[in-house]
């Protein structure tokens, strides 16, 4: 596949759970990433990013309060063991191990900076790539157990790519800028999210810094999740032409998020990700990994991974 140039076909281009969403909120449900671990490698594992009095913190909104946990305590910490495992067994075709994607709350230049540090602590686990004068040259991965992925954000891009120095490495990689869709009304445009195609929703290449593609489940189905009927071959190949088109302009593609529960039965999962009940998700799941989703967020990271297994 195209795709693999960039990210020199890591795991095959192989689809991986991304697990949506793993932190604590206010203190409630801190076993989300023990949960997402327990899924297997590799995993994917999503981390909002805000700022508190000095430290890059784990929280779902930017308006923290102080018992939000350090990023550097929650994730890079619980994952050490992992990480020097997989140092120590040097099975370098299985890495990265993990996938952590970040979603900043807040794009302020100082939150940035310390995420830029922190990165620059583990700097050994990191799969990285070499800064050069030519942004639209995409320089091969060094491949480690983790693999860093952040947003589209050109604050971000400022500060994660811009700022370095030529010769020195990227830390992590920003995903493309998707075409804004300006109609007003929410019904033209939801029409449009989910009917126009691959090609002017994704317009740029990919650079040295932005390697992959981030879409909600509008590009899919017309309203998304709330608005899901019945699976239907169109929709299948609407999610074709979309991972089809990412790939073939060299990008890894993402979608969000798909769930399937019972009302009253979330465990703090967004029912604007719903697609109402199991087997509704499960078609949606399978469509997902047979068209080549590179990373596919849910909230229910166990029944993904055990539905991947089978």
């Known amino acids: ?127 990285t790539a070499e800064k050069t004068g030519d942004a639209s040259k995409l320089m091969p991965l060094t491949v480690r157990p983790l693999l860093v992925l952040t947003e589209d954000s050109d604050e971000q891009e400022k500060v994660f790519f811009d700022e370095v120095k030529v010769g020195e490495r990227l830390r992590l990689f920003g995903s493309a800028h998707t075409t804004a869709v300006t109609e007003k009304k929410w019904e033209a445009r939801n029409h449009l999210l989910a009917t126009l195609p691959p090609e002017q929703l994704l317009t740029e290449k990919p650079t040295n810094y932005r390697r992959w593609w981030n879409n909600s489940w509008y590009e899919v189905e017309e309203g998304g999740q709330p608005r899901a009927g019945d699976w239907t071959a169109a929709d299948e190949a609407r999610l074709k032409a979309l991972v089809d088109y990412a790939h073939k302009m060299g990008f890894w593609i993402r979608f969000y998020t798909l769930d399937g529960f019972e009302r009253g039965t979330g465990q703090g999962w967004d029912a604007g990700y719903n697609f109402g009940s199991k087997a509704a998700v499960e078609k949606r799941w399978r469509a997902a990994i047979n068209a080549g989703v590179n990373l596919i967020a849910t909230d229910q990271y166990e029944e993904l991974g055990q539905f991947m297994r089978q």
């Open 1 to 127: 596949m195209p795709a693999a140039a960039q990210f020199d076909g890591i795991l095959g281009n192989k689809p991986v759970l991304d697990a949506h969403n793993c932190y604590p909120y206010e203190g409630k449900w801190a076993d989300r990433i023990e949960r997402a671990l327990s899924t297997g490698r590799p995993v994917a594992i999503e981390q909002d990013i805000a700022w508190y009095q000095g430290h890059a913190v784990v929280s779902h909104t930017a308006k923290t309060k102080g018992g939000e946990p350090l990023l550097k305590d929650y994730f890079f910490e619980r994952v050490r063991p992992i990480v020097e495992k997989a140092l120590k067994e040097n099975a370098t075709k299985s890495w990265p191990v993990i996938i952590l994607h970040f979603d900043f709350k807040d794009n302020r230049p100082e939150l940035l900076h310390e995420v830029w540090r922190v990165l620059g602590e583990y700097q050994s686990w990191i799969s």
